[in-house]
């Protein structure tokens, strides 16, 4: 690891840098009364593409957080509409639907385990932040009537955003039927690692793919709610690797989506997404949280960066114009459209990143 330039002022880490205000503008224009829209035509909301549970269940998580920070009925009015597109999601047997088409059909009959997880994750959110008691009594009983669903899990990222879940409910109720559930899900992850791990490849597949940062951000939020410290060793352990591999002489390579990196092969550089930039900073703050090592901060911070160009083309991803986020770099350039997942993305990473940054809260654009 690199030595750190984070510095510590009144008892926090803080970086330094000037970085553009925190707008809502481009997640409002894809927003209409049922949800956010999928895709973008450039800055255009692609009505076509219709809604999925995928989207609305990110898109709560951005709105908790930036209601979180800043106590705006801006954001309050968007948490209403994602949790209400996520209720309306709900099929009887407590999992979700995930893809609507624009005129409000359903098309599955319950939606991939990765939208179960990630449901269940934005659920979490809500109920760990300082929000309406009313908005944290739907997510508590869409969390409950859904709490068997993590065990009926199979993927290992759809087990890790459950577990992300898992440890925001713990935050605010603690229940042990929850914890019990949080803890069978850390320990298959940590089985996982500890069975495909080896001194070259510390890693829990032999392949990188998407989402990576996801796992060891697991154990190390199930590490704080739990205290057991495998899973934070784990957590470091794999978190070193990857970072290894996608910060290279001081700027982010995020694993390219156009091949992926699978062990003995070579890897993709291009497209590089800005979900997995996103998911780097998260997994990074929660490291700082675990471990009170700065250098997490020094790595969020080039995640940061990587969203305003400071990456392997030197293109800014966000848009200061829109308040939105282009939807990945390509070996040709950055993409044109700014959807949903990409805006999601660039959004929550500067929400989340502000009270890091030295005067952050300025950013917040007052409505």
């Not at 694993?255 to 997404?273: P, T």
């Not at 490291?287 to 009170?292: E, Q, S, Y």
């Not at 020094?298 to 030197?314: E, S, V």
Request: charged fraction near 20%.
């Amino acid at each position: 690891m690199t030595p750190a330039t984070a510095t510590a002022s009144k008892g926090r880490y803080v970086i330094e840098g000037n970085y553009p205000e925190i707008t809502l503008d481009h997640l409002d224009q894809l927003t209409d009364r049922t949800g956010i829209i999928q895709h973008a035509i450039y800055s255009i909301p692609n009505r076509r593409t219709g809604y999925c549970t995928d989207d609305n269940a990110r898109a709560l998580i951005v709105a908790v957080c930036h209601h979180d920070a800043t106590g705006s009925r801006e954001s309050l009015r968007l948490v209403s509409t994602y949790l209400s597109f996520c209720h309306y999601a709900k099929i009887p047997n407590g999992k979700f639907h995930n893809f609507m088409s624009f005129d409000q059909v359903f098309l599955d009959g319950e939606g991939s385990e990765d939208c179960q997880g990630r449901t269940l994750w934005a659920l979490g959110q809500c109920l760990a932040a300082k929000i309406h008691d009313n908005v944290k009594e739907v997510a508590r009983n869409l969390f409950r009537d859904a709490l068997w669903v993590p065990e009926s899990l199979s993927y290992l990222r759809s087990r890790s955003y459950a577990a992300l879940g898992l440890a925001l409910y713990l935050q605010a109720h603690q229940e042990e039927e929850v914890a019990d559930v949080l803890r069978a899900m850390a320990d298959s992850i940590a089985d996982t690692f500890e069975v495909n791990a080896t001194t070259d490849w510390e890693w829990f597949e032999n392949g990188l793919t998407y989402s990576n940062p996801l796992m060891p951000r697991a154990l190390f939020m199930a590490y704080q709610a739990l205290g057991d410290e495998r899973y934070l060793q784990i957590a470091e352990r794999s978190w070193a690797f990857l970072e290894k591999q996608c910060v290279i002489d001081g700027i982010v390579q995020i694993i390219g989506c156009n091949g992926w990196y699978y062990k003995g092969r070579e890897r993709a550089w291009f497209d590089q997404q800005p979900i997995d930039a996103m998911m780097m900073v998260l997994g990074a703050l929660d490291g700082l949280k675990a471990t009170g090592n700065p250098h997490y901060l020094d790595t969020a911070k080039l995640c940061l960066d990587w969203f305003m160009g400071k990456n392997a083309l030197g293109v800014p991803l966000h848009d200061p114009v829109t308040g939105g986020c282009f939807d990945g770099l390509a070996a040709t350039g950055r993409n044109g459209n700014q959807g949903a997942e990409s805006t999601i993305s660039g959004l929550l990473t500067q929400i989340i990143m502000a009270p890091y940054i030295k005067d952050g809260q300025s950013l917040f654009v007052e409505k």
